[in-house]
């Protein structure tokens, strides 16, 4: 296995933890003196130490020798990173590991990679799956999305692991959409929780807003089944039930009106920004969508955004 992984927060990580179970992995940090000594993610992800076959290194071209890559960086600084190190990333198997729309075009990750290093192999690797969970080697199931189909059998072979089962699906811009938008949904679900709304509304908002996803997949042509699979209903399950989902305590946060850590990435909070712009650009109904970009931006309180919402004309279902 030739399997490097670049960037060296919690998921990615967990990610080069558990694949170094099958045979060696790099794992690209820049901190990677400190967690080469220490053989273990002590700011990102305390308690999960690296096997043997995890090698890590601050060295790009040692990073970049292997034939895949893992691109575990945040979705806003996707592009700058590929950008900054085309010449070495030409050619690869990219598989991005990040959930968003960009903000500056708003496409998603597999689109950012074909549009800057346009001969590489584009994937994503998206579904329910938190960092810790994989580092314990816990089990869980995700979707390995390809447009070219032998590339995506090939690279589901090489990167599913004993705890990480994966699924292929040429339909890179359904994963896309349901890694990207159940974190909109997750903040929307934090956010009730966090004002004392109740589990009835939370349910009521991850419903909703599932139709929301796939309303915009469908304008999209993405096929409507991807976001009833792992990358949509999978993963809006798990985000918007559980503390351990950045998206879901940044809505908890403006649901109390208490501060949130600003250092702390939410892919959820530009991806919300950048799908009402789209949104109101190709007239589609988004009112969840858009009260958490409402929300975000303090256009909005919470009593104000669930007011919108229960106030909309009565309508089918």
Not at 5 to 11: D, I, N, Q, Y
Not at 106 to 124: E, K, L, N
Not at 234 to 250: H, I, M, P
Request: net charge neutral; aromatic share 4%.
């Amino acid at each position: 296995m030739s399997v490097s992984v670049l960037g060296a927060g919690a998921f990615g990580t967990a990610l080069a933890i558990s694949l170094a179970g099958k045979g060696p992995v790099t794992l690209w940090a820049r901190d990677a003196g400190d967690m080469a000594k220490r053989r273990e993610n002590t700011k990102r992800l305390p308690g999960c130490p690296f096997p043997d076959t995890l090698t890590v290194t601050d060295s790009l071209d040692q990073a970049s020798a292997a034939k895949i890559l893992l691109l575990a960086v945040p979705m806003q600084r996707l592009r700058s990173v590929l950008e900054d190190h085309k010449g070495a990333l030409h050619g690869k198997h990219l598989v991005a590991c990040c959930k968003g729309i960009e903000l500056s075009s708003g496409v998603g990750p597999v689109s950012v990679i074909t549009q800057t290093i346009p001969d590489a192999t584009a994937a994503i690797l998206t579904g329910p799956s938190f960092a810790a969970d994989i580092a314990r080697g816990l089990p869980t199931a995700l979707t390995l999305a390809c447009g070219d189909a032998a590339a995506g059998k090939y690279l589901q072979a090489e990167l599913t692991t004993a705890n990480l089962r994966l699924y292929r699906t040429t339909d890179t811009i359904g994963a896309e959409l349901g890694g990207a938008l159940k974190n909109v949904v997750a903040i929307a679900s934090g956010a009730a929780i966090g004002a004392g709304l109740g589990e009835s509304a939370r349910a009521a908002l991850m419903t909703r807003g599932y139709a929301e996803m796939q309303r915009l997949a469908a304008h999209l042509k993405a096929e409507p089944t991807t976001l009833a699979g792992l990358s949509g209903f999978g993963d809006l399950t798990l985000t918007c039930t559980s503390e351990q989902s950045r998206n879901y305590r940044l809505g908890q946060s403006l649901g109390q009106g208490t501060p949130f850590d600003p250092s702390t990435t939410v892919e959820g909070a530009a991806t919300a920004r950048a799908v009402d712009a789209l949104a109101c650009e190709a007239a589609l109904d988004m009112p969840i969508t858009r009260a958490v970009a409402g929300l975000l931006d303090n256009q909005l309180d919470v009593a104000g955004a669930m007011k919108l919402l229960l106030t909309r004309p009565l309508k089918e279902e």
